[in-house]
């Protein structure tokens, strides 16, 4: 990797005669001293050098260069606080700020990255080598723009390594095979026994009263299994979710494809809202165009995944020892998530209903918490459910949503996948299996984005989304939708289905 800067300092007067003897002797002091604190004696070749200089009234132009260590940004920020001191003390004249004139970096890469970059003017690739030219200003180099450019393009690299999906997947445990007795798709077959319609929007379902008993139940199965004898208390997390958790949460760095965006009124005065009204009382249509011009910036979207709306309740607190491990939960309202690869039946919508669990402690109070749940799971899905399932070791869901590789040698750290079998797709070995649950351990993610400390140690969380329609559509896809040939467990905590809505 090669940085290669050339700058314009501008001092606050012009340089008077004898001034290039101190600026010499400051390059000299910066190349021989300055760039190569903290390299490595076998890297001194990768530190940032000054190559080239002169100056002109009251300008300095210097052009760095340099490779991994020391990089030419870095090294113009040393030099320009050195230089303000020696310059300044002498001849009493300060550093106004620099220009970048130009930036180029390169790097080593197998295939150009086909994209447009922030802060990049002009790619171009050869001989694997791929040159990158910034138009950055002198914030954006405070800022360390250049410096998550670089991390950026070595992302989408590795992307292009690793594939698109991004996903690693290993096989942990498989269930016995049950008998299929049900080879329909659920979801049709919902339909057209009309225990559900379609929502109006997108991706949204109408629950009826017979599927929202089975709701009901799997909810009534989870809290006494799972909540009430792990000790988990409930709360209530926010549904409409600001920037600003986001970006702690690391969702900031790539869910925008798939969230419904939340904007506010820009005036709450009906007047202003006047115009909107007597449209639609004149010609019963909404004016889309009229209200965009009504309406603020984006400050959030709708809930994505819930884990992240519960970290500002300990953001910046230190948690006493005696509240460790913490054990919650919410299941107070709907997720929306875009689902831009395609929404199919009930598993793959854009509203869902979910019970998100989280969990808060040191390393070990954090996995014990995961094996503690993840053998609760396993007793549901035997048990009660009688499901075909399997267990995957697969990328953390969180590196997942921010589009990152999982090169962690934790292995304590990451998400199981719980997959369920589904007759109407084909067979075992062949056809696509339904990721209906997960466990993930999430290390110190979100502490560390939120600033949550404890008394002691390190801190690591731990998240579990129980989404009620992939239960269902692994349920349904292996039982069928008569309460007959369910798995006796779960008919008797059913008891009885309601009779439903009838249509003439």
């Known amino acids: 990797m090669e940085f290669d800067l050339t700058a314009h300092l501008k001092f606050s007067d012009n340089l008077p005669q004898g001034a290039d003897i101190e600026l010499q002797k400051a390059i000299d002091d910066a190349n021989s001293v300055l ?57 009493r004249i300060g550093i106004r700020g620099y220009d970048i004139n130009e930036f180029i970096i390169k790097m080593e890469a197998e ?73 329909r798709d659920p979801t049709e077959e919902l339909k057209r026994r009309q225990w559900i319609k379609h929502g109006i929007s997108r991706g949204q379902w109408i629950f009826g009263p017979q599927i929202t008993k089975v709701f009901s139940t799997f909810e009534r199965i989870i809290e006494k299994e799972i909540l009430e004898k792990l000790g988990y208390s409930e709360m209530i997390f926010p549904k409409m979710v600001p920037w600003e958790v986001w970006k702690r949460s690391g969702h900031a760095r790539g869910v925008y494809p798939e969230i419904y965006y939340v904007s506010s009124p820009k005036s709450r005065d009906p007047e202003y809202w006047e115009d909107v009204t007597d449209y639609y009382k004149v010609t019963n249509e909404i004016p889309l165009e009229l209200i965009r011009q009504k309406i603020d910036d984006p400050l959030g979207g709708m809930c994505y995944a819930q884990c992240p709306s519960f970290w500002p309740f300990m953001q910046g607190e230190t948690i006493a020892s005696q509240s460790l491990p913490v054990k919650v939960f919410d299941r107070s309202g709907t997720s929306h998530r875009y689902e831009s690869g395609g929404i199919h039946g009930i598993e793959r919508v854009d509203e869902f209903h979910r019970i998100e669990i989280v969990w808060v402690g040191n390393s070990d109070q954090v996995n014990k918490a995961a094996q503690e749940l993840e053998k609760r799971y396993a007793h549901i899905f035997n048990d009660i459910l009688d499901l075909e399932w399997r267990i995957a070791r697969v990328t953390p869901w969180f590196m997942a949503q921010e589009g990152l590789i999982d090169t962690s040698s934790d292995r304590s750290v990451g998400t199981v996948d719980y997959e369920a079998y589904l007759p109407y797709r084909g067979e075992r070995t062949e056809s696509e299996w339904l990721e209906f649950q997960n466990v993930s351990v999430n290390g110190d993610k979100y502490p560390h984005g939120f600033n949550v400390k404890t008394q002691k140690g390190e801190l690591w969380s731990g998240c579990s989304g129980i989404g009620l329609e992939r239960w269902a559509a692994a349920f349904f896809a292996q039982k069928g939708l008569d309460i007959e040939f369910w798995p006796q467990k779960f008919a008797k905590l059913v008891a009885k289905l309601p009779d439903g809505i009838k249509f003439l």
């Open 35 to 91: 760039f190569i604190k903290g390299v490595p004696h076998s890297s001194m070749k990768e530190a940032g050098r000054i190559i080239e200089w002169h100056t002109h009234a009251n300008e300095l132009c210097i052009r760095i260069v340099s490779g991994r260590y020391t990089r030419a940004h870095e090294a113009l920020l040393r030099f320009r606080k050195a230089l303000g001191m020696t310059i300044g003390a002498k001849y």
């Open 111 to 183: 295939a150009p990255v086909q994209v447009k970059l922030p802060f990049v003017k002009e790619i171009s690739y050869d001989e694997k080598l791929l040159t990158l030219q910034l138009a950055v200003s002198e914030q954006d180099v405070e800022n360390k723009i250049p410096d998550r450019i670089v991390n950026l393009v070595e992302e989408k690299i590795k992307q292009q390594l690793y594939g698109t999906k991004l996903e690693n997947w290993e096989l942990v445990w498989e269930s016995a095979q049950k008998k299929v007795h049900f080879r």
